[in-house]
């Protein structure tokens, strides 16, 4: 009878969802997706404004930079909207249900690092054209305050190595921490398989 109860209350099945990973992996690969689907009606709605200012009488000068910038500001939106539906993936994909938490933070690792890496490159970028007089989006006038005393005190040529180093070393700081938490798993499981063999 206790048995049959078990069945019918939801506690149970939400218990089986927990201890095999299913909540856990639909919980995480769900909310980058969403965050994916965020970016990318974020990226349409200013690509549109940004089309409605250049179409403005005030636009004057060269459009090449403006453009260029939009551009980088899309396609490093679109990049970290591509990683974040891969590693969804990635994360539905993975099965062992003793790890599953562990598993998933080191697929988080490896993300976080490269999206960092994409971010910093972006936002480089865009610093440079900044220094050549490009007007930015509105919505980046936070952006522009917070690196206004990095504009007066450094060249061009420093705020770009600045920024590749330190996206680079981001991005291998994420994979690092990834390997490493990978190698404790794989330490878990072969200390397992011996103590199972012993037995």
């Given at each position: 009878?206790?048995?049959?109860?078990?069945?019918?209350?939801f506690?149970?099945?939400?218990?089986?969802?927990?201890?095999?990973?299913?909540?856990?992996?639909?919980?995480f690969?769900?909310?980058?997706?969403?965050?994916?689907i965020?970016?990318?009606?974020?990226?349409?709605?200013?690509?549109?404004?940004?089309?409605?200012?250049?179409?403005?009488?005030?636009?004057?000068?060269?459009?090449?930079?403006?453009?260029?910038?939009?551009?980088?500001?899309?396609?490093?939106?679109?990049?970290?909207?591509?990683?974040?539906?891969?590693?969804?993936?990635?994360?539905?994909s993975?099965?062992?249900?003793?790890?599953?938490?562990?598993?998933?933070?080191?697929?988080?690792?490896?993300?976080?690092?490269?999206?960092?890496?994409?971010?910093?490159?972006?936002?480089?970028?865009?610093?440079?054209?900044?220094?050549?007089?490009?007007e930015?989006?509105?919505?980046?006038?936070?952006?522009?305050?917070?690196?206004?005393?990095?504009?007066?005190?450094h060249?061009?040529?420093?705020?770009?190595?600045?920024?590749?180093?330190?996206?680079?070393?981001?991005l291998?700081a994420?994979?690092?921490?990834?390997?490493?938490?990978?190698?404790?798993?794989?330490?878990?499981?072969?200390?397992?398989?011996?103590?199972?063999?012993?037995?």
């Amino acid at each position: 009878y206790l048995y049959h109860m078990e069945k019918i209350l939801f506690v149970y099945g939400w218990l089986a969802l927990l201890t095999d990973g299913r909540f856990f992996r639909t919980l995480f690969s769900g909310l980058l997706r969403l965050t994916a689907i965020a970016i990318t009606i974020f990226l349409i709605g200013d690509t549109i404004e940004f089309t409605q200012r250049l179409s403005t009488p005030a636009a004057e000068g060269s459009l090449i930079l403006p453009i260029l910038a939009q551009m980088t500001l899309l396609l490093a939106g679109y990049t970290i909207a591509h990683l974040l539906l891969l590693r969804a993936a990635e994360i539905r994909s993975l099965y062992n249900p003793l790890y599953t938490l562990s598993e998933i933070v080191t697929v988080l690792a490896r993300l976080s690092g490269e999206m960092l890496f994409v971010t910093i490159l972006a936002i480089t970028l865009l610093t440079l054209m900044q220094i050549e007089g490009v007007e930015l989006a509105p919505w980046m006038a936070l952006f522009q305050e917070f690196f206004a005393p990095v504009l007066k005190q450094h060249a061009e040529i420093w705020i770009a190595i600045g920024g590749v180093t330190l996206s680079l070393a981001l991005l291998v700081a994420g994979y690092l921490a990834s390997e490493l938490l990978e190698m404790l798993l794989r330490l878990s499981r072969n200390s397992e398989k011996q103590n199972r063999s012993q037995e």
